[in-house]
């Protein structure tokens, strides 16, 4: 037995949601499947067909035809209302704000229990999502995230900055315009006032 599966199955009797980094999960839940019951997604971007097969993994009896996410995730949360289950999602840097709900719907349940798998070092869509999950390789998840992501915020202040210069030599060429025009107005009112007198 690995390090990883001993801390996913640590956590997982724990009670808590599990996140894994740039790991093969498929790999951990053949392991995991033998313990819990549980079910593989490739990617959240699998949409319904990924409550589908949630569903069908609880209760290999029921239809589907016709059901709606919503649907589906009631009938999900009736048949693991007493029954643990275990979803591995790979992938999970790619849920998107359509799933992120129904995903949130499910989290909640007392007998349903994730473990994720980020493999790319993306901005995750929504940090208090996450944060209900406990991170196995953490130092390395937060090291390698913070590099990846904060360079961003380096590109946004230098396109920021280049924004400012740009403006700022525009204004101060206006100005130059508004400057001269009002000097050459000084000037002629000046003069004329010496010729009127």
Do not use: H
């Not at 980094?21 to 319904?48: C, M, V």
């Not at 202040?157 to 924004?163: C, E, I, K, R, Y």
């Not at 525009?170 to 009127?196: C, D, E, G, H, P």
């Amino acid at each position: 037995m690995d390090n990883l599966y001993e801390e996913i199955i640590k956590q997982l009797e724990d009670n808590n949601n599990v996140l894994i980094y740039k790991e093969n999960l498929y790999e951990e839940y053949a392991k995991i499947n033998q313990k819990y019951n549980a079910i593989y997604i490739s990617t959240p971007k699998k949409g319904k067909t990924a409550f589908e097969q949630i569903l069908k993994k609880v209760d290999n009896t029921t239809t589907i035809k016709n059901k709606t996410i919503s649907g589906i995730i009631e009938e999900i949360k009736d048949k693991t209302r007493y029954k643990t289950l275990i979803i591995c999602m790979d992938n999970f840097e790619q849920l998107s704000r359509r799933e992120l709900q129904s995903y949130k719907e499910l989290e909640q349940e007392k007998y349903i229990f994730f473990v994720a798998n980020i493999n790319e070092d993306k901005e995750f869509i929504d940090n208090k999502f996450l944060d209900k999950f406990v991170i196995v390789n953490e130092i390395e998840f937060r090291s390698n995230r913070s590099q990846s992501i904060n360079i961003n915020y380096v590109i946004l202040l230098l396109l920021s900055f280049l924004m400012f210069i740009l403006f700022l030599r525009i204004q101060l060429s206006m100005l130059r315009y508004i400057v001269s025009a009002l000097w050459f107005t000084l000037l002629m009112y000046r003069s004329f006032y010496y010729i009127s007198k």
